[in-house]
Each structure stands twice: as structure tokens, then as C-alpha cells.
């Protein structure tokens, strides 16, 4: 066995010194001296670093016709502490290369590692190096981070909101807060963002705002670790600053215990920017109405139709965008029309409003076939002018396109509108206002009105009297 060794170690001897050892006969060969020194080691670098695994590397040169074996040890210190398996080097005098796995890791972690190789003559430990693992993802639970960003494109009415959120490994809902002041009061709808580490940019509209005016948001996140407030930030909105209201002092509350007959208040063509304050004087009145809303008013304001809601009024169709319904060039087709009502009432609804039941024409102008499809859409017309409807006048305008009614002239169109329907004929009428650009003069009519109604004995109701509806 050993003499198979030795013959087998000179040929391969033989190979590696080349042409010379070739020429060498037999004889000479069967007799060469074997290597006398111990193997040299050379450390490569290792390679394929994962989080708990390392390969590594290094050269084993050896002493010709002497067995060698070579292997690594490594560990976090030079005492290295884990071996891997023997690896036969052959018996040549050529560099041969050798790898292992430094395997069981922890990751991130620094380790020093060395090759060692022995033959016959003794054993070389080879130079220390270092490799280090590479780090594992680190998997925070905890309450999101948010960032606040600068909101952008704002509008008369509105702005893009903007933040990130960083969700620190749980799923993470987020949204807006924002108002005229850091008190917010407006929400936009959540956002669901997974679980992750990575920040996320979230964006949303700020609806329904005045022009000119300057307003405070921020980010708000929240997963089951808690919630976090972003911190504040501010914008301004284009345009003019939007007029301010006031609310006419005094006045007396309706009465409630009318005996001659009742009216109906109805407003419409909002929500705009006075509704807050018709709303706070409706109040100080002890009034209820119906606002006919238009779609396009309520996607700019949402929160005031909200608020007509919450003030416990009711909210009827009056179009998405209040073009006349039979008048248009080329004239709507069915669809259109239908659709003119059912935005408006999907509008409606989505913020949290019942669906309306009743509708009123834009100008007044209707015909058979679209009552036609609002009858199909389960509403009721309502009048304009005519039929017990108190057109008040507070829409007229000047040459210039103006408002042109002042509060003395509608309280003087509400009173002789009354006067030819008979106060006290206990039919009940309905006193036809709108909530648009000349609200100031209307808010201001309406404690001399509701004076007139108490010194006639007159109340107020939500009854609109079935003559005051279409057929
Ligand atoms: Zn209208």
C-alpha cells in the first residue's frame, strides 16, 4: 500500500516538475526524495456572505509525495472554536485550492477565521483574517412614524395633502386631518398600508375649503402599537380671501303654535360659503329647512352639507352641476338627465346623508318626460315658483351680473308672496330661498320674516304641501 503511495506520489512528482522529470528514467524516479517541509497555507477571502453563512476560501501548496489535508477553523475570536471537515490536498507540489462553510452564524456579526494544513513533516496554521456576516433585516413593532410633507397644487378650494408613514412592521392605516386651525375638524379617508419597513408616501384631497385662506393638516397613522400625529403643517389657499359673514343681531324664534297656517323653508343651489352662517342663524330662529344641493357645491364644500345634516335638515336633489335639464344645445338624452340626478344623490349619500326624496329643477325648467325619470328614481319635484312656492328674489341680479337683492327687498317679496296665497288659508307655503353669492342680504331678511310669520300666527314646518310637489 505504501509503496503504491510512493509510486503514485513520484509520477505525480514526475507531472508537476515537467519535461525535466519526464526525461528522468523509471529507475530515478522509484528512488526521488519525497518533500521535507510542511505545508504552506495561503487565507483568500471568503465569499457568498449571508446572515449565517460565510464561504471560505484559501491555497494549500505541498510538499511533494507528502499526503496533505487541509481545513479552516473560525469563530468570533482567534481562540475560533469551530472546525470544518478534513480536506485531502493530494501529494503534489502545485497551489490547490480549498473551500468550506463557515456555517451557524449570527448575522452581523464579525469572525475571524483561519486555514490550517498538515502533512507527514508537521502542521501550518495559516494568517488570521476576518469576514463579517451580513446584517439581518431589523423588524421593528412599533407605532408608525409618520413624516409631514409639503401639501402641493392648491386650488381656491382644495389641496393635495401629503406624508409618509412608515408602518414599523405591522399593517398601518393612515390618513389626513385638516382645518383652519390646529383643532383640524376635516378627516380624509383611511389609507391601508402592509406591514413593512420601508416608508410609505401617502396622498389625499383636502375638500371644501375657502379661498385666500390659510389651513393646518397633518398625517395621522395608527397599527395595533398605537397611534402617532404627524406634526403639523400649513398652506394656504389660492384666490381672494372669501367674505366674511356676519349674523344680524336680535331677532325673535318662530313659534311654534301657529294657528294660521305654516310655511316651509327651502334653500338652494349649495352649499357655498356663507351655509355655516345660515345654518347659525337658522338656529338662533329655531328653524328647519329642506336644501336642494347641488353636486358640484357639495364636492367643493362637503363638510357644510354635512353640517346642514347634522343640524337636522334635509337635503334634496338639485342636479350635479344645476344646467337646465330641458334647455341645453344639443338637448340631454335620457341618460344625461338621469345622470344629473343620480351624481347629486350618490354625492350626497357617500358623505352620510339619507337619499333624497325630493328634487327641484335648476331654473324651473322641467317637462314631463324628466319628472318621468326622477319619478323612476323614487323622487318628488318640487316646484319653483307658483302652486304655494314663495319665489323670494334673493338670486336677482344687476346688469353686471351682481347680487342685486338687498335683505329689505326680499323681505318684502316673501311678505307680498304670502299676501297672494292669503296668510292664514292653513294650506301651507313654501318660502323659496337660495344659498348662494347674496346669502348676507338673505340671512339678514330673515328675522324681519320670521317676525312677519310670528305676527300672523303663522309657523314653520318640514310638511311641503302636496300641491307645492309635482303629480
Ligand atoms: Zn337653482
Known sequence: ?????????????????????????????????????????????????????????????????????????????????????????????????????????????????????????????????????????????????????????????????????????????????????????????????????????????????????????????????????????TFTTTGTTPPVYTLPAGGTKIGTNGT???????????PYTGTPYLLKELAALGLHAYFFDVGQQIQAFPSYMQAEVAAGDVIGNHTYDHQSLTEATPPLTSAQITAEFTQDNQIITSLGAPAPTLWRAPYGETSPAVNAIADGLGMTGVYSSGNGVVDSGDWVTDANGNPDASAATITANVESGMALYGNGTKLGIDLEFHDGNNIQQTINALPAIVKYLNAHDITASMTLPSFTKYN
Open 260 to 270: 294660521n297656517g305654516w310655511v316651509v323653508f327651502t334653500f338652494d343651489d349649495g
Open 1 to 233: 500500500m505504501k509503496h503504491t503511495n510512493t509510486l503514485r506520489a513520484s509520477v505525480l512528482a514526475a507531472v508537476a516538475a515537467g519535461a525535466m522529470a519526464l526525461a528522468m528514467s523509471p529507475a530515478l524516479a522509484a528512488t526521488a526524495v519525497t518533500g521535507t517541509t510542511a505545508p504552506v497555507v495561503e487565507a483568500w477571502a471568503p465569499t457568498w456572505p449571508t446572515t449565517t453563512t460565510e464561504l471560505l476560501n484559501g491555497g494549500v501548496t505541498g510538499s511533494g509525495g507528502l499526503d496533505t489535508t487541509a481545513w479552516f477553523q473560525y469563530g468570533t475570536t482567534t481562540a475560533y472554536g469551530s472546525t470544518t471537515a478534513n480536506q485531502d490536498a493530494g501529494t503534489g507540489t502545485a497551489q490547490v485550492g480549498i473551500s468550506d462553510d463557515a456555517i451557524n452564524l449570527l448575522p452581523g456579526t464579525t469572525y475571524h477565521f483561519r486555514m490550517d494544513a498538515k502533512n507527514s513533516v508537521g502542521t501550518t496554521n495559516g494568517k488570521d483574517g476576518t469576514f463579517k456576516t451580513t446584517a439581518a433585516p431589523v423588524v421593528t413593532t412599533s407605532k408608525p412614524a409618520v413624516e409631514a410633507w409639503a401639501a402641493s397644487w392648491p386650488s381656491d378650494n382644495g389641496a393635495l395633502l401629503n406624508g409618509g408613514v412608515t408602518p414599523n412592521g405591522l399593517a398601518t392605516t393612515a390618513h389626513f386631518q385638516y382645518g383652519p386651525t390646529t383643532a383640524y375638524g376635516s378627516v380624509t379617508a383611511d389609507q391601508s398600508i402592509p406591514a413593512g419597513t420601508a416608508q410609505v408616501g401617502i396622498s389625499d384631497n383636502a375638500v371644501g375649503l375657502q379661498s385666500g385662506t390659510v389651513y393646518h393638516f397633518r398625517t395621522v397613522a395608527v397599527n395595533s402599537k398605537g397611534t402617532t400625529n404627524g406634526a403639523d403643517g
